[in-house]
């Protein structure tokens, strides 16, 4: 996890030569604009990502230093607002720009999102991607995805007590006090998780 002063351009491309990511999450504020690309960002402590330099950073490509290390990056999450929103000039926005720069697949939002629905669904999404489907069987990223939404939209995973909760599971995830105090909370409105869909590969 690299937060605040650590959440650099460089120090991105800097970890990945290190070591290979399968997934890559990137929890920060975005903005879509409509029209020239440089408008639109991704942004990092200390720059902006415009979204015409998404294809720069290349998520396929091998580690030069130890290439049997490094395999390309098998999902993209992209948890801020409207990060699938795109435009006749940046067709689904920032998850399509990834996707053509080599990520296998990305997971992004077409609406502004709330702190809390994000923090449940991607809380839920991770741990259906964690759950066997049978001998040998990998957990199709898509269906992970649809799995986690419907949990919400049962009521299955809310707020209380502050701490995130999914009915039925013993693991919970103490929030941050500036979530806590928002009360709790069940999040099953569309709302909190209709916004993210899954674009390149679902597997």
């Excluded at 919970?172 to 105090?181: K, N, Q, R, S, Y």
Aim: proline content about 4%; aromatic content about 8%; overall charge neutral.
């Amino acid at each position: 996890t690299f937060l605040n002063q650590d959440f650099t351009l460089a120090n991105l491309e800097a970890q990945r030569e290190r070591r290979s990511f399968g997934i890559v999450h990137l929890a920060t504020h975005s903005e879509f604009q409509p029209g020239d690309q440089s408008n639109s960002y991704i942004q990092l402590w200390d720059t902006k990502l415009r979204i015409d330099q998404m294809r720069a950073l290349k998520w396929n490509q091998s580690n030069r230093s130890n290439p049997s290390t490094q395999t390309p990056v098998n999902l993209l999450v992209l948890s801020a607002c409207s990060t699938a929103l795109g435009d006749e000039k940046a067709e689904l926005g920032f998850a399509g720009l990834a996707v053509a720069s080599g990520a296998k697949s990305a997971l992004a939002s077409l609406w502004e999102v709330s702190d809390e629905g994000t923090l449940g669904l991607m809380t839920e999404f991770y741990r259906q991607l964690r759950v066997p489907r049978g001998e040998g069987n990998a957990t199709i990223k898509a269906e992970a995805l649809r799995r986690a939404q419907l949990e919400m939209l049962r009521g299955r995973v809310r707020i209380a007590d502050g701490m995130l909760r999914v009915e039925g599971k013993s693991e919970v995830v103490t929030l941050p006090p500036e979530i806590a105090a928002r009360g709790d909370r069940v999040l099953s409105h569309p709302y909190y998780w209709a916004a993210f869909t899954m674009i390149g590969n679902p597997w």
